[in-house]
């Protein structure tokens, strides 16, 4: 459009987005065709891939979990255990969601979502959704008391994860 805004009748000129005549709000609307209580209500969000945080060591389950999300439309980044979750997470906290493996070597995922919470590395908002292959009784209860969300069994599925992130990251996140 190079610039032009055009209301779509050919006999009518385009405004020009440099020009420097004054539009008021209401000749504005009154060209959209809403009312200035309308604008209120209209939302305007930009379109982004959501960013997931997959914690996992099992580097199978991490290109398995990886190749769904980003089937989905997602923005992937790993971490192979806690600890180096707590470093990603020190140095950027723009995630949508993070999906935790619950049994790792050197920091699990019950720890490791308890440190998250506790120092703050993330908002509260952002739900830590276990995956885990445990299905022991009370396992549950364990990863609530830990800090995390929700709970997914593993093997994972395109439908299981599109399930989560509809209920986690849905309408009310950064991701449209």
């Not at 600890?83 to 720890?111: S, W």
């Not at 593993?154 to 209920?167: M, Q, S």
Request: hydrophobic content about 40%.
């Amino acid at each position: 459009m190079n610039g032009r805004y055009s209301t779509g009748s050919s006999h009518e000129s385009p405004v020009s987005a440099s020009s420097t005549s004054k539009i008021t709000l209401e000749q504005q609307t009154d060209a959209l065709n809403i009312s200035t209580s309308q604008i209120s209500t209209l939302e305007i969000t930009a379109v982004r891939k959501p960013r997931i945080f997959v914690v996992e060591d099992n580097k199978v389950n991490q290109m398995v979990a990886q190749r769904l999300l980003n089937n989905l439309g997602c923005q992937v980044d790993v971490a192979n255990d806690g600890v180096e979750a707590i470093e990603i997470l020190g140095r950027t906290n723009d995630y949508d969601i993070i999906f935790m493996d619950c049994h790792m070597p050197i920091m699990d995922g019950f720890e490791t979502a308890k440190m998250v919470r506790q120092k703050g590395c993330i908002s509260r908002n952002v739900p830590i959704v276990a995956l885990t292959a445990a299905t022991a009784e009370g396992e549950v209860e364990k990863c609530i008391t830990a800090g995390m969300d929700d709970y997914i069994s593993k093997p994972v599925t395109r439908g299981i994860l599109h399930r989560a992130l509809d209920e986690w990251v849905g309408k009310n996140s950064r991701w449209v």
